[in-house]
């Protein structure tokens, strides 16, 4: 059974930088996974952010950015808000199947 | 604009099968897929199935294999995700969102499907 794997989770300062990032049991996350992040904040659907890899959409802000990090993908946001706060999740691509990391909590403070 | 409208809130009893649609509007409805998601109280999303709108092409998760089928009605742009064998862990809320070419875009607003005897 593949699992991916997130921080649990995460805390940064307002106007600060952190990068989430996004690990496959099967190895080194690479292009080919197609990985997606989204952002869910309590009661809400969730809200697309990057798609195959690092692609944004027309709505996200240009603080996030995604890339592939030692193996892994990665979300790095930049200049967090406090409206940056809440669950984001990665998405990863086998060959078929779509698979969810766990979800990182991100907290500013 | 882009919508994704899914049907109403549902409860079951354990055992009965839930059907949820959702209805797409604001784009070319056969140049996407469609994607189910669930998400239980306080966990994380889990990814159910997908179809493709053009051929009705599915995938569907393993777990799902065999429980869960993905249909499409073109002539009213609106996907439905079948569940069948409700279980009390199958409550959840269930999300359909736009595919296409590995990018999910828009999501629905959700469905809550509530499983009690």
């Known amino acids: 059974q593949t699992v991916v794997t997130q921080e649990p989770s995460l805390t940064v300062s307002p106007g600060g930088t952190v990068t989430l990032t996004c690990a496959s049991s099967?190895?080194?996350?690479?292009?080919?996974?197609?990985p997606n992040w989204f952002q869910q904040k309590p009661g809400q659907a969730p809200r697309a952010l990057i798609y195959t890899t690092s692609n944004k959409h027309s709505w996200t802000p240009a603080r996030f950015s995604g890339s592939l990090l030692g193996g892994k993908a990665a979300l790095t946001l930049s200049g967090v808000q406090p409206e940056d706060e809440g669950e984001y999740y990665c998405?990863?691509?086998?060959?078929?199947?779509?698979?969810f990391g766990g979800g990182t909590k991100l907290t500013v403070l | 604009q882009v919508q994704l409208v899914q049907s109403g809130d549902e409860v079951k009893k354990p055992g009965a099968s839930v059907k949820v649609s959702c209805k797409s509007s604001?784009?070319?409805?056969?140049?996407?897929?469609i994607s189910w998601v669930r998400q239980a109280p306080g966990q994380g999303l889990e990814w159910m199935g997908w179809?493709?709108?053009?051929?009705?092409?599915?995938n569907y998760a393993q777990k799902f294999q065999g429980r869960v089928t993905v249909t499409t009605d073109t002539s009213t742009s609106t996907a439905y995700m079948e569940l069948r064998s409700l279980a009390s862990d199958d409550t959840a809320v269930y999300y359909c969102?736009?595919?296409?070419?590995?990018?999910?875009?828009?999501w629905g607003k959700g469905t809550t499907v509530t499983v009690s005897s």
């Open positions: 604001g784009y070319t409805f056969t140049n996407y897929g």
């Open positions: 179809i493709n709108n053009y051929n009705y092409n599915t």
């Open positions: 099967t190895g080194a996350v690479t292009s080919g996974y197609y």
């Open positions: 969102v736009r595919d296409i070419q590995y990018n999910m875009d828009v």
């Open positions: 998405l990863l691509y086998y060959g078929g199947a779509w698979v």
